[in-house]
Nanobody, 119 residues
Framework: QVQLVGSGGGLVQPGGSLRLSCAAS????????MGWYRQTPEKQRDLVAT???????DYADSVKGRFTISIDNAKNTVYLQMNSLKPEDTAVYYC?????????????WGRGTEVTVSS
């Protein structure tokens, strides 16, 4: 069983910064990639950013230049540094991992952490 435990959400004013982190643990054979998605009550769950264990990244257009994703392969932990936050970044952020358990492919999700950008 795999667990993804995220932290770092909260309330921040527009223009502020937050750093999310998410650690994967359990019976993991290997990790291909990790990332973050976000969801609001009005929208589906959308990609924010992903990163492979090799360091290749992908960002949603709306966060390019403001958010930076990084990964610590030794700790199975992914980070999302969010700068210049806007009210439209308000959402529940979900950690994601593309990994292998006992050699079989598995997609795992964290429970979600709330980010609220408001004055």
């Amino acid at each position: 069983q795999v667990q993804l435990v995220g932290s770092g959400g909260g309330l921040v004013q527009p223009g502020g910064s937050l750093r999310l982190s998410c650690a994967a643990s359990g019976s993991i054979s290997s990790i291909n990639a990790m990332g973050w998605y976000r969801q609001t009550p009005e929208k589906q769950r959308d990609l924010v950013a992903t990163i492979t264990t090799g360091g290749s990244t992908d960002y949603a257009d709306s966060v390019k230049g403001r958010f930076t994703i990084s990964i610590d392969n030794a700790k199975n932990t992914v980070y999302l540094q969010m700068n210049s936050l806007k009210p439209e970044d308000t959402a529940v952020y979900y950690c994601y991992a593309d990994l292998r358990v006992a050699g079989l492919h598995d997609d795992s999700w964290g429970r979600g952490t709330e980010v609220t950008v408001s004055s």
